[in-house]
């Protein structure tokens, strides 16, 4: 699950991620992760996952770890170890 998660964010954020553990992906350490692109990346997971995040889950995103998080939560899956 965590590699879909992966691939997505790579793709809408068009940087790789391959060796950083998820809480070192964080919106101040990733160039070009702004508030629209926040966006595109939240739109893109809804639409991968077929899921909708709430308000309060869009803002707190802000590391690849709590997206990884958010979204496992949401699909009843568990992120492998």
């Not at 998660?5 to 964080?26: K, L, Y």
């Not at 939240?42 to 709590?66: C, D, H, N, P, W």
Request: without cysteine; aromatic residues 4%.
């Amino acid at each position: 699950m965590t590699d879909r998660i992966d691939a997505v964010f790579e793709s809408v954020m068009n940087t790789r991620i391959a060796g950083r553990h998820p809480e070192q992906v964080r919106a101040e350490t990733v160039a070009g992760w702004d508030s629209l692109r926040h966006m595109e990346l939240l739109l893109a997971l809804e639409k991968a996952f077929q899921i909708r995040f709430s308000v309060t889950e869009m803002i707190g995103m802000r590391s690849l770890a709590e997206i990884h998080h958010v979204v496992t939560t949401k699909t009843g899956t568990q992120p492998a170890r």
